[in-house]
């Protein structure tokens, strides 16, 4: 009368093919089908409908290894209504069965809107971890699923460091280029040259003395110059991206945010040929080095960690005429990096990544005279840049298989505008303080990882198991804002020039800061 089924033939049932045939089957609330025997070969098939109720139970034997993939099955061939427990006699050792392909059926029924919930959570590895899911009205069957925080978080930290060192840290190197000190020879041009907003403010000290000048400041024709520069920087930075795994026809989303703080060093060297035939067009050419020392850190769902020294060398030529400016940059990055993460099976593990960068940007500046009732000079600066990145990430060993990162590309743009001044602090030193004001936006489409799972041998009556892949997708940041502030200045009659800036930056995905500051010897 309460449903109890506890064997089909007498005592435990020892059949795969029992049948009962009858036109309903109420499972009470304290009724139970059993078909534990030790071996997950069983099959139960009712005739009829099935009805459960709050305390209705069955118990199967299940083994989940990915070997084996088997349970006992209980087919409806009506329709699977009410309220049913699932309780779940483990064959397989639970810390060692790893992520499968391959569905486990448990329930099978002709329809119904039955729930069947577990009496307890599946036990899984960590990385890899088995729900119960419905796969068709009144069935149910056992999958296998990665956890996906985990299994992108060393991606995640990958993605957020690169965005954050092509954000916070690389600058066009327009910023860098300087000028020679201008002469007041006769013969030299009328077209005063400038090139940035670290040897703006040496040219502005024509302007900060008008009322002293008495001819505009120029450069000889084809003059030769160079010069030395060096910066550093250091900032924090957050990333918020949606990491979605893709199972078949389903796919999960997992929310992350990697938290990343850096610090490095640049250096540069140039040379160029300004006031080139009398046209006041300049033409640098540098090369450039340095090292970034960066952590990061994945916050949600996992405890990924990553530790990163990233040298790198690049090139770079600008082109620059009065108050316009452009450049055009390459640089090589090489990481050298280590991840650790419990649940991936990642312990300090090197993992190689490469990365090539091209980027370029322009700007002009339009320059006004006594603006706000003051007699020192104003300028406002629009400007542009975009950059492209590509970067290479070797395939490298998980818990049950491997990760393979297809190549990150970052296609970085930016506008902004910056508005400042120059002014004499003392006698022998001029300051050109100057806020600016930016809007990014991120291209580059989702990061592709692929979980592919280890191949393994058939091993007597244990088939083969072949290889599967698992993709995971990685948002970007998409478009975020920006303000900074920041002041250079020279001392006259001097080949040192020095700047010093801040910068903030939010947006929906990411948020955080930069300080950067750096001198330049012209020679």
Do not use: C
């Not at 409908?49 to 349970?71: E, F, K, P």
């Not at 992520?99 to 009496?119: D, E, M, R």
């Not at 100057?434 to 058939?458: K, L, Q, Y």
């Amino acid at each position: 009368n309460n449903g109890v089924l506890d064997s089909v033939t007498g005592g435990q049932p020892s059949g795969n093919n029992n049948f009962v045939n009858a036109a309903t089957f109420n499972n009470g609330a304290s009724g139970s089908i059993t078909l534990v025997n030790g071996s997950p070969t069983d099959r139960l098939t009712l005739g009829g409908n099935y009805n459960g109720t709050a305390g209705s139970q069955i118990r199967v034997d299940v083994n989940l290894d990915q070997r084996v993939r088997q349970s006992d099955v209980v087919a409806i061939n009506g329709q699977n209504n009410g309220q049913t427990t699932l309780v779940l006699n483990r064959l397989d050792n639970p810390s060692t069965t790893l992520f499968s392909a391959t569905p486990v059926q448990v329930i099978v029924a002709g329809g119904g809107n039955g729930n069947v919930t577990l009496s307890q959570g599946i036990q899984g590895n960590g990385f890899a971890t088995q729900e119960l899911v419905q796969n068709g009205p009144g069935s149910f069957q056992i999958v296998s699923r990665l956890n996906t925080a985990s299994a992108a978080g060393t991606t995640g930290s990958i993605t957020a460091l690169i965005t954050s060192l092509n954000v916070g840290f690389f600058q066009s190197v327009s910023a860098f280029i300087g000028a020679p000190n201008p002469t007041q020879d006769d013969n030299t041009a009328t077209a005063s040259v400038s090139s940035n907003n670290m040897s703006w403010a040496q040219l502005n000290q024509a302007a900060a003395q008008q009322k002293e000048m008495t001819a505009t400041p120029g450069i000889m024709p084809n003059t030769v110059s160079g010069g030395l520069w060096a910066r550093g920087v250091a900032g924090d930075f957050t990333v918020r991206a949606t990491n979605t795994a893709i199972f078949g026809a389903t796919s999960i989303p997992s929310p992350s945010r990697v938290t990343n703080n850096f610090a490095g060093m640049q250096v540069g060297i140039d040379g160029g040929v300004f006031n080139i035939d009398n046209t006041g067009w300049n033409l640098h050419l540098g090369a450039t080095g340095g090292e970034v020392f960066a952590d990061g850190r994945q916050q949600l769902g996992t405890d990924t960690r990553g530790n990163f020294n990233v040298p790198f060398v690049g090139v770079y030529s600008a082109l620059t005429n009065g108050p316009f400016f452009s450049d055009l940059s390459y640089r090589h990055d090489f990481y050298s990096s280590r991840f650790s993460d419990t649940l991936a099976g990642l312990n300090n593990q090197n993992i190689r990544i490469e990365s090539n960068t091209v980027a370029g940007s322009a700007g002009y500046r339009f320059d006004f005279e006594n603006l706000f009732g003051t007699e020192l000079p104003y300028f406002v600066e629009p400007s542009g840049s975009t950059s492209y990145t590509n970067t290479f990430v070797g395939q490298f060993p998980v818990t049950g298989g491997s990760l393979k990162i297809d190549n990150i590309e970052s296609i970085l743009s930016r506008l902004g505008v910056r508005f400042g001044t120059a002014f004499l602090a003392t006698d022998n030193i001029a300051l050109q303080p100057f806020v600016t004001g930016s809007v990014w936006h991120e291209f580059a489409g989702n990061v592709r990882t692929r979980f592919i799972t280890s191949a393994i041998p058939a091993a007597g009556a244990l088939p083969a198991v072949a290889s599967t892949e698992v993709p995971i997708l990685t948002n970007r940041i998409g478009t975020f804002g920006q303000v900074g502030v920041g002041v250079s200045g020279q001392i006259l009659d001097s080949p040192i020039i020095a700047y010093i800036r801040s910068d903030f930056r939010f947006g929906d995905r990411l948020d955080g800061y930069a300080v950067n500051g750096g001198v330049r010897y012209q020679f």
